[in-house]
């Protein structure tokens, strides 16, 4: 069984840095997008980054320019640089991807991470 654990969130001012990793563990052939999204207190879940299995990669308008994500294929494991961080980008953080557990497997879309805690505050 795959599965898959984010770490790096915390507390941090607005203007500071935080780098999320969303780490895998279980038998994984390959893994098509990953992707992050981010769910505040009263709000809905809300796709901020995406990374597609070349590279490819799209943002939020609201984080665009602040957010980096990036993705290490050799350890399947995928990361969130967030930068210049402000108060409204307080929330969980959920790593989200698509994958195959071997070659000839159908690809499992949308599993699942248990989230991060991400506070921007003074």
């Known amino acids: 069984q795959v599965q898959l654990v984010e770490s790096g969130g915390g507390l941090v001012q607005p203007g500071g840095s935080l780098r999320l990793s969303c780490a895998t563990s279980?038998?994984?052939?390959?893994?098509?997008?990953m992707r992050w999204y981010r769910q505040a207190p009263g709000k809905q879940r809300e796709l901020v980054a995406a990374?597609?299995?070349?590279?490819?990669?799209n943002y939020a308008t609201s984080v665009k320019g602040r957010f980096t994500i990036s993705r290490d294929n050799a350890k399947n494991t995928v990361y969130l640089q967030m930068n210049s961080l402000k108060a409204e980008d307080t929330a969980v953080y959920y790593c989200n991807l698509d994958l195959r557990v071997t070659r000839t497997a159908p690809i499992l879309y949308n599993n699942w991470g248990q989230g991060t805690q991400v506070t921007v505050s003074s």
């Open positions: 279980g038998s994984i052939f390959s893994i098509n997008a």
């Open positions: 990374i597609t299995s070349g590279g490819s990669t």
